[in-house]
């Protein structure tokens, strides 16, 4: 019976479809891990198909040579430590969420998931059968048990792999981030710990796929809770940590604890992240974004160089007669803060045309929100225009106040591949700017110091699509909006709730009609980085056509 084992945990990058490239990954974190002198590799939750794979893994062929590669994998990797890594598999018609262990060239072991997440982004019950709990598996004599992501959070298979016979636990996760969850997790992991009195291996995948980053921060948690490992958040690494039997049962050694970064920089790298992977996945190099003057496309511009390089980024003013001087300094001071490309193109020109060609149409009505919105959709136009031309993806760049209640022109301002703060309250935007402003990391690509000027984050918001015209013309005042927003959208609080909250109603009921009327223009519009346990999309899925309104 040994006395010692050792596990290299691999938190990495994988890319969605992209088998053989996810499997060569694997292969390379072995290789370190022979070399190490490990038991063991630990690989995330679906590794080899990358995560998630939402309806793609309904196709039969995509699931056959997923496990042809895994097979594959396995005889690569006979003369060495043991793999776990995920995938999926097919037991008879049944398709399953698994954890494969791979020794000696073939599969020795298939552990399948059996609390499939069913909230939020996740959608398992519509993809995967449930699997029946097993017990653990043996390597090298020592018997690890491998809750799969889901079945951690719930007592029941832990506790049955401890029943029959398991000495650590090896948790493979592809658990995506919002905010705070890390304490979330942490406290879900404690209490398997307290219950089975062992030793847990909480490992989760890292990157940006589509709306969800998965930000890492894999961690190692001895009996009765006590941390032993502590990954950092959003990168890729390689650890090896010994495991050794005492009287009391196995114990992790004590190895470095990296430090967790606070809320506001983990969001803002969510942001970063979330960008750069969707590029470098899809294949974009460079960016193109219409700079305005104002806070969000700032923030937006900063968070583009950061991800991606200001060599990179492409920013645009596009003035109309309504563009303040003061915009349009704002927009140069940005774009020369952060160094990224200018261009200046007008659109007064563009703009005449398009008035003079609907003229004969509109003769005798006064001009309304249909003006206003021609220079949005001219703009729109134009970015895609240079985003066709140059190869540069368009960002686009409403936050989350925005784009709940549509205040943005569908085939206008919401043109673009890819919204990095879609998820940001206006009011989180502000605070995020001062943070940027006063912190800088090794990981950011753009410059350090004071990117956006303080006269941008503090001068009243507007759409400067008619003279004189400010966002609280036509909205409450954003804090205000916004916590009416988390009510309605986030808490579902009712309207009544809200009004109990000290909210006027008539307000409360104008924000609630417009979330509901702009559903078709969400339904529309870019997918972006999710912060938040209610981001617009796979969280929040309300129908686009619906007379329901709150009677409170």
Request: aromatic share 8%; charged share 25%; net charge negative.
């Amino acid at each position: 019976m040994p006395d010692t084992f050792r596990l290299t945990l691999a938190q990495l990058n994988p890319t969605v479809g992209a088998l053989q490239a996810n499997a060569d990954k694997a292969r390379a974190a072995w290789v370190q891990a022979r070399e190490a002198g490990a038991d063991m590799i630990a690989l995330p939750e679906m590794f080899v198909t990358g995560y998630q794979t939402q309806d793609l893994i309904m196709k039969p062929v995509f699931v056959a040579e997923a496990v042809r590669v895994i097979e594959a994998l396995a005889a690569d990797c006979a003369d060495g430590p043991a793999m776990g890594i995920g995938g999926p598999c097919y037991e008879g018609i049944a398709l399953h969420n698994a954890y494969y262990i791979l020794q000696g060239g073939k599969v020795v072991h298939r552990v399948l998931k059996h609390h499939l997440p069913n909230e939020t982004v996740f959608d398992e019950v519509r993809l995967f059968d449930s699997g029946d709990v097993s017990g653990p598996y043996n390597i090298n004599g020592v018997r690890i048990g491998s809750p799969v992501c889901e079945d951690s959070w719930h007592p029941d298979v832990a506790e049955t792999l401890a029943e029959t016979g398991a000495e650590i636990l090896v948790v493979p996760n592809g658990s995506p981030y919002y905010r705070n969850k890390m304490d979330t997790r942490r406290n879900h992991m404690v209490a398997r710990v307290v219950e089975t009195g062992l030793p847990l291996v909480y490992l989760n995948m890292v990157g940006g796929q589509d709306d969800q980053v998965f930000d890492g921060g894999t961690f190692v948690l001895n009996p009765h809770g006590q941390l032993a490992l502590q990954l950092p958040v959003f990168e890729e690494c390689i650890q090896h940590i010994n495991f050794t039997r005492t009287t009391d049962g196995w114990q992790a050694e004590a190895g470095e604890l990296a430090h967790m970064p606070d809320e506001w920089e983990q969001d803002y790298r969510t942001m970063v992240t979330a960008l750069r992977d969707y590029m470098g996945k899809t294949g974009f190099k460079k960016v193109v974004l219409g700079l305005s003057g104002g806070i969000d496309s700032a923030i937006v511009a900063t968070i583009a160089c950061d991800a991606l390089g200001a060599e990179n980024v492409r920013c645009v003013m596009l003035p109309s007669e309504y563009t303040s001087q003061e915009s349009l300094d704002d927009a140069e001071a940005v774009a020369k803060a952060l160094g990224c490309h200018y261009d200046y193109v007008p659109i007064a020109q563009g703009r005449a045309a398009i008035t003079d060609t609907l003229a004969p149409l509109f003769e005798g009505r006064d001009a309304d929100v249909t003006e206003e919105n021609i220079q949005s959709r001219l703009r729109g136009l134009l970015l895609m225009a240079l985003s066709n031309k140059f190869g540069e993806m368009l960002l686009t760049t409403g936050n989350k106040s925005e784009v709940a209640v549509g205040y943005a022109t569908i085939y206008g301002d919401m043109n673009g591949g890819y919204n990095p703060i879609k998820d940001m309250y206006k009011t989180r935007v502000f605070e995020t700017c001062r943070w940027r402003n006063a912190n800088h990391r090794d990981w950011m690509m753009g410059p350090a110091g004071e990117v956006i000027p303080p006269r941008v984050i503090d001068k009243p918001p507007s759409a400067e699509l008619r003279e004189d015209q400010k966002d609280e013309d036509s909205l409450p005042p954003y804090d205000v909006l916004d916590a009416i927003l988390t009510g309605l959208v986030d808490d579902e609080k009712s309207v009544a709730d809200l009004v109990a909250d000290g909210f006027d109603r008539d307000m409360v009921k104008k924000v609630e009609h417009l979330i509901y009327i702009s559903e078709y223009k969400r339904f529309q519009s870019a997918p972006g980085t999710r912060l938040t346990k209610r981001s617009f999309w796979l969280d929040r899925r309300y129908p686009i056509v619906s007379r329901w309104r709150d009677p409170s």
